[in-house]
């Protein structure tokens, strides 16, 4: 079941985002006067067609689903016959070159419309997220030493309001790829509004790749660790433990929060451990020993251990709501704040300031599509919204073959007065194809390496 949510929603993520990239073109050919041959989602061999309309426009699906393209009426295609003088003027190439480019940008741009769409919808509709209160920060980690403490609520990065992880976690990225400190305002619960900075060393050294907070020592703030349903049978029953439990302490070690309970209780199965707790505005400690179990997933070959009890783990949650223009505003700055560092990430890969390994493919997208979707409808809508920035984004690049590439062709044009020879032309699409088709290996191999790993 997993698989096949999976796979459904890699294929109604990219075949949305696909068909409306080609749908922006196909309009604005339309809008152009330019006569539409062939809409195609999926590229290769036709598999279903029909055709409709006055120009009898064929809509197809093709065989290889990642994916398509708009075939235009056009004079340099081998298949083209003979034109009548109605079919001349409305051939791609005999129109201006602003024409030209107009059709080419309105895919991407189509792209970055829908995200904005979506995060505006998304605003507006309210986005729970978990907050900027941190953790506990261990001693002599970045973050510790930057000046920040357990219980810290980040409320503004660089003169930007945070307010949610996800957002602390942004700013710190767009420093790091800034090259530059991260100056952190936080509330803290004894002392008020406090700073705290983070070298641009110390953030220029990070691998942009996975967990970037936690490779600077900030983690989750959660709850106090107090016990939820206790289920019949398991240790924690056996041992008298009861719901509303609040553990203080194993082995003399203090407990935090629940992470740090259940990390004891992992590795401790068949222990017995002297369990600190206050039931009631009183302290008692209670022998507990967890059973041992087999681990799943990573954990598959070790034994584990486990009580069979609930504990509060869900941190601190906040709603992220806008009104109407606000949440259009706040969409279009998301989009362009993406592109951005979409861009920046791209130059420091060229530059090998960034790992290659962050180049993912359709594995690795199909993968984050079934985790979202299973989230459920707000994270697989910001999910796709994310994918079609980096669609847009990715179209752009003035790599030929795809429409980055004959914008900069469109664009040589304007500035020479005349079309980029054919030969020159046929060249640097070979050329772009070969490096397109080298990104396509390394991506899957890097999904590969992800697989294994």
Same mark, same amino acid.
């Given at each position: ?5 999976? $796979? ?31 809409? #195609? ?12 309309? /006055? ?7 093709? !065989? ?8 235009? $009426? ?6 083209? +016959? ?22 080419? &940008? ?92 983070? =070298?641009? #060393?110390?953030? !220029? ?11 600077? +020592? ?5 709850? &106090?660790?107090?016990?939820? /349903? ?9 041992? +008298? ?18 992470? !740090? ?10 222990? @017995? ?20 179990? &087999?681990?799943?997933?990573? =954990? !598959? ?6 009580? /069979? ?12 709501? #806008? ?23 791209? %130059? ?8 290659? /390994? ?10 984050? &599509? ?26 752009? $690049? ?26 020159? %032309? ?7 194809? +070969?490096? $397109?088709? @080298? ?15």
């Amino acid at each position: 079941m997993t698989l096949i949510t999976t $796979l459904l929603a890699f294929i109604v993520a990219l075949g949305s985002l696909v068909t409306l990239h080609e749908l922006g073109h196909y309009l604005v050919a339309r809008l152009c006067g330019v006569k539409v041959l062939r809409f #195609s989602v999926g590229m290769g061999k036709v598999v279903y067609s029909r055709k409709f309309g /006055k120009d009898q426009t064929e809509w197809a699906i093709s !065989a290889l689903p990642l994916g398509g393209y708009v075939k235009m $009426l056009d004079s340099r295609d081998p298949d083209t +016959g003979v034109l009548t003088q109605d079919d001349m003027a409305r051939e791609f190439t005999r129109q201006s070159v602003w024409r030209r480019m107009a059709i080419i &940008a309105a895919g991407p741009l189509a792209n970055f419309l829908v995200a904005i769409v979506l995060y505006a919808g998304l605003f507006m509709h309210g986005i729970e997220e978990p907050s900027s209160k941190i953790g506990v920060v261990a001693e002599q980690s970045s973050a510790y030493l930057a000046g920040l403490r357990t219980g810290d609520t980040v409320h503004c990065v660089n003169g930007r309001d945070v307010a949610s992880w996800s957002e602390l976690r942004w700013e710190l990225m767009q420093a790091a790829l800034d090259k530059e400190p991260a100056r952190i305002e936080v509330r803290r619960p004894d002392r008020g509004v406090q700073e705290a900075t983070i =070298q641009a #060393s110390v953030l !220029a050294g990070l691998d942009l790749e996975g967990d970037v907070l936690g490779k600077l +020592g900030l983690v989750l703030a959660r709850p &106090a660790p107090v016990l939820g /349903k206790i289920m019949p049978g398991g240790a924690a029953e056996r041992a +008298g433990l009861q719901p509303g439990d609040l553990i203080l302490a194993i082995d003399d070690k203090p407990m935090t929060d629940g992470i !740090a309970v259940i990390e004891t209780l992992i590795h401790s199965p068949g222990k @017995t451990l002297q369990v600190l707790l206050r039931r009631h505005g009183q302290d008692l400690t209670v022998p507990v020993t967890p059973e041992g179990e &087999a681990g799943k997933g990573a =954990q !598959a070959a070790v034994t584990v251990g486990k009580i /069979k009890a609930e504990i509060a783990l869900t941190p601190d949650m906040i709603v992220v709501a #806008s009104g109407p223009l606000q949440a259009v505003g706040k969409g279009a700055a998301k989009v362009w704040d993406t592109s951005i560092m979409s861009l920046k990430m791209l %130059g420091k890969m060229v530059t090998g300031e960034v790992s290659l /390994k962050n180049v993912t493919g359709p594995i690795t997208i199909a993968d984050y &599509a079934g985790q979202t979707a299973r989230i459920g409808l707000v994270s697989y809508l910001s999910f796709i919204a994310f994918i079609s920035i980096s669609l847009g984004v990715m179209n752009l $690049l003035p790599i030929p073959v795809l429409d980055g590439g004959h914008l900069l062709y469109y664009s040589l044009e304007v500035l020479t007065g005349r079309p980029l020879p054919e030969r020159v %032309g046929e060249i640097a699409q070979r050329l772009g194809l +070969g490096l $397109l088709l @080298t990104l396509m290996v390394l991506a899957v191999f890097n999904d590969v390496l992800r697989l294994l790993n």
